[in-house]
């Protein structure tokens, strides 16, 4: 498909700071029928959208077909098509070269997508008003004792399998810290921070000073403990942006209130204030924006940290302490949620709400997987109070040889 022919997503400023990310025609036009879509989501999920329905209409125009009179079994021959799984014929291809299949999460996204779209199209055609209601079947029910919720479907939605993080070893934590590897305290920080709070990347890059609330009983009232408020902002100088599912909001006093309340460790406190004081103070002069973490040298000392910044510097350190692979800043959350998760008796409701999330759901289903590693120690118990005799004498503790000496002389 011709370069100039296709619909483009652009980033749109706005007087307030903002960016929009909406859809051009081939044309420079603005692609209306998408914005009923787009408007009403923040930047972030308003960004995945975006992507995901451009590539929709780029299919679309290169293959002649149209919003009205495309099909249900034509949508899922597309999602196929995006993820490498259709064999055959498929029509026009619409993607560029280097554009691979998309993995399961990402072509869930355009599922979701491509779903909101023409459930907000004007049904003008009876093969429209069909799709909308092949699109929407009846929802099932899900939940756990008294609590259920009603799941809608997407028959667009690949088939889902069992979510398993991978777990982050203490091992390569300890590694982190060895001298040597995290150069700065601005380092030692985020990596305290990444591993104890569980943040996202984008929750921590986006906390502003008046975010951190780290005395006891702070004015604010929301939490008497030392804490910290991760709100979603679309205006932040690094695009940094945390995944909020409740807005923030300012008190008569002047205090950040709401967004999701995160409690915050005795080491997060000693290294931000290790940081401030040692590092940050020498370059503030230079910052003209309220983030908490920036460069501190270089070209741009003094400008806000970017998500990206995060993961160059823990790659460097992997490479320094001789990790084998990367480690991701989500990694550090999968490995928090988990430990909490388990400490907590697997309480999926507290540890959502500590995290931020809407629903315990995605606890369970996610992180759960994680937190079942704590049942080996019971599985080992399990395993030393086997009746029958070891595979290999050596293999067997010692007080275990002991009783199996004893069962044998008593059957002798």
Known sequence: MDTQNRFSVRKVPHRDGTISHWIFSPEGD?????????????????????????????????????????????????????????????????????????SAAAAANVAMAVKAYYAALPASTSTLRQLQRDLSPAGKQVGRGGRHRVVESNPLSPRKSARRPRFLPDEFVEQLYEPGVLHTARDVMIVTWLHDGGFRVGGLCGLRFCDLHLVRDHPCGQRREPHVHVIGRDDNPNRARAKAYSDGSVS?????????????????????????????????????????????????????????????????????????????????????????????????????????????????EVYGTSANRHALKHLRRAWERTARPPAEDYLAPEDQEATTTKGARDVR
Not at 43 to 57: K, M, R
Not at 69 to 95: C, F, H, N
Not at 266 to 273: G, L
Not at 277 to 285: A, F, G
Request: charged share 20%.
């Open 30 to 102: 603005l692609h209306r029928p998408s914005l009923e879509v787009l408007k009403p989501h923040h930047a972030g999920t308003q960004q995945t959208y975006a992507y995901s329905l451009v590539d929709h209409l780029n299919w679309l125009r290169a293959n002649g077909k149209s919003e009205s009179s495309v099909t249900l079994p034509e949508l899922q021959r597309y999602m196929k098509a995006l993820m490498g799984q259709l064999d055959g014929i498929a029509g026009v291809p619409w993607r560029r070269p280097e554009q691979g299949p998309l």
């Open 252 to 364: 008569s006093d002047g205090y950040v209130l709401d967004g999701v309340i995160r409690a915050v460790s005795n080491d997060m406190i000693s290294t931000f204030y290790a940081y401030v004081l040692d590092e940050y103070s020498r370059v503030q002069h230079l910052v003209d924006h309220e983030q908490v973490i920036v460069h501190l040298g270089g070209k741009t000392p003094g400008r806000a940290l970017s998500t990206n910044a995060v993961r160059k510097m823990l790659r460097s350190a992997c490479d320094r302490a001789g990790i084998a692979g990367r480690i991701t800043p989500h990694a550090f959350r999968h490995k928090a949620v988990a430990d909490f998760y388990a400490e907590s008796d697997f309480n999926a409701e507290m540890v959502a709400q500590e995290h931020g999330w809407a629903s315990p759901s995605m606890v369970t």
